[in-house]
């Protein structure tokens, strides 16, 4: 990689997670925070002097047509990723978006249309993915520390109130415990066992008056005895957070989120033996310290568009993760299996 260049980035509007994101821009050494943008243009100027940004814009499609700018980060309510991903791409920009990327598989063919017709990048921002935690685990699993993995076991709960509107709580806007955070339950899973789903089940639960899922619990299938259990919640305080994964001749266990701002992570191991405990034996315990996952996302598209490469994970993960979310989704609402893809 051309350790000299970098990616000038625009930013589509001024969401929560920027307070996140928009530091990881400011961390990646191949990115420029180059323009911020809103709907409101005290709202972009504020955001403009507040992270030292060149330009702020009134609306997208202005920030969109500025043509010193590379690459954009959609940080926009779900039901609008599609749309602007492929007015970005239109408009020649590289694209990180939030998750989750789609809420249709007629939205993702449309950007990967979009995205070879202009021939730009599109990634979906699963952050976690880039923790030193997470690849640890993942080389771990490749290389048979706990043997053949069998079940993976992801709980995420994000404790949601909310005195007026909030756009996690609104059906025509994608939201609901399952699109917010199953996407995270199912992304992880499939990461784990390197492999996709075949079936799908779930159940569902609403707190009264809530018009989306605030509880969602649920199977994925994915043949061979290979099976991920997860529970996603908006009603449960976030200590739930755990991911766990059991092999023939061991287990490893992620505790907390890695993204809540926690000073380290740690994976806690053991192999062989049928108890964890048993005769004094203790798991094995790595500690890491904590990462912005933000600016390694930034970073890892950022060096993508340098390379003339495709970035880690690119749009044929993104589709597949929406098959299984969708099934899910489907589950969930029919109280059947479904058949994923």
Known sequence: MDETKRISWGVLGSAWINNAAIPGILGADNAKLLAVSSRRLNVAEADRRRWGAERAYDSYDALLADRDIDAVYIPLPNHLHAEWIVKALQAGKHVLCEKPLV???????????AAKRAGRLV??????????????????IRSGAIGEPRLVRVTLGFKQFYDSYNIRFDPAAGGGALWDMGCYAVNMSRLLFG???RRAFA????????????TTSGTLDFAGGRTSIFSVSFDFINPLAQVEVVGVDGWISLQGTGMRGEPFTRIVRHRFGDEVFLDGVEPTIESFPATDTYAAEFRELGRAVIDGDQPLYGLADARANAQALLALVKAAATGTVVEVG
Request: hydrophobic content about 40%; aromatic content about 12%; glycine content about 0%.
């Open 103 to 113: 809420l249709s598989l007629t939205e993702i063919d449309a950007i990967s249309e």
């Open 123 to 140: 990634m979906e921002a699963f952050m976690y993915r880039f923790s030193p935690r997470w690849t640890r685990a993942i080389e771990l």
């Open 195 to 197: 492999d996709e789903p």
């Open 203 to 214: 159940t569902s639960w609403s707190r009264p008056a809530e018009r989306v899922d605030t």
